[in-house]
């Protein structure tokens, strides 16, 4: 076999390669610690394939690739790759999807049931030294209402593999499931789920989670326009791309409440800026951008990065 040089922008294991060079026993796998365009020009310019996760790869970038066959991203998303530019240098461009398809799904519910049962309500509750004594003015245990999970609607936006997966959890806790999806009919019928359409799915659910890739199409989706057809005092969630949501709207209906709550993993900008204004509203959950995370799931995202570059060199 050719000696095929394999170059690494960045990865989730950070400098570890281990699994890397175990699966391309037979090529040379090199990690640069690049950012810049020049930088990324110069070390990549003769590779021949590519693994990358965050990294921007420009079209400055891809062309100056002169012998790239692959570029394979750790991660589902294609977003920081020039995808025009990659194709008329004839590169196939890879994302590695379902590594974190139970990841995700779990996130979801771990989300939507921390909002339901109040869970960091009560927490903060009892570190202030109270307890659940009920509340004669409000009639409740002093964070609010609780309602029967039971009764309640998860609406999906995209039914993928994970669209799929959520739905099985939150079948399994009672919850009726609707979904949206370009490629289904209305009234068709799922695992238990109902397809319907995109105006009844916001104005009937109680919680909107989405699970659409980002492209031009999608980008923005969730705006003042979309929200205003939701049910008022839903919760959004978002596990899938910030990009898929206007942050602008999200923050003036949370405040104004049409939205009831936001279940945040994905934002516009990561890390969230320390002044951003979703961090002043209480009538949101956040985590730091980590829904695709466990060592099982990061295990088998390297694995299936190196097979697609050796897939694809050996094609060649």
Request: aromatic share 6%.
């Amino acid at each position: 076999m050719k000696s095929f040089l394999i170059a690494v922008t960045d990865s989730p294991a950070g400098n570890d390669l281990s699994i890397e060079r175990t699966v391309l026993s037979e090529m040379r796998v090199a990690l640069y610690q690049e950012r810049t365009k020049e930088g990324l020009i110069d070390v990549l310019r003769d590779c021949d394939a590519v693994m990358c996760m965050h990294v921007s790869l420009s079209r400055e970038v891809i062309e100056e690739m002169r012998h790239c066959k692959v570029i394979v991203r750790y991660g589902t998303g294609l977003d920081n790759i020039d995808l025009p530019a990659a194709a008329l240098r004839g590169i196939p461009v890879v994302g590695i999807h379902n590594y974190c398809t139970e990841e995700v799904a779990e996130h979801v519910l771990a989300l939507l049931l921390a909002w339901n049962r109040k869970i960091a309500a009560y927490d903060s509750f009892v570190r202030r030294g109270r307890w659940n004594q009920r509340r004669e003015s409000t009639g409740n245990w002093g964070c609010g209402q609780l309602f029967r999970l039971s009764n309640q609607t998860l609406g999906l936006v995209g039914f993928g593999l994970t669209g799929r997966a959520v739905a099985q959890r939150a079948l399994a806790f009672g919850m009726k499931v609707i979904a949206y999806s370009r490629s289904s009919r209305p009234g068709d019928h799922d695992m238990g789920v109902r397809m319907t359409t995109k105006n009844e799915l916001l104005a009937t659910s109680d919680y909107v989670s989405l699970h659409m890739p980002l492209t031009a199409e999608t980008t923005g989706w969730l705006d003042m326009e979309t929200i205003s057809l939701m049910k008022r005092g839903a919760v959004l969630i978002n596990t899938a791309r910030g990009g898929l949501v206007a942050e602008d709207a999200v923050i003036r209906s949370l405040s104004s409440g049409q939205l009831g709550g936001a279940l945040l993993d994905v934002y516009h900008k990561a890390p969230l800026p320390l002044d951003h204004p979703l961090r002043s509203l209480s009538n949101v959950i956040f985590t730091p951008h980590v829904a695709f995370y466990s060592e099982d799931s990061l295990s088998e995202l390297r694995h299936k990065a190196a097979e697609a570059v050796r897939d694809h060199l050996a094609v060649d």
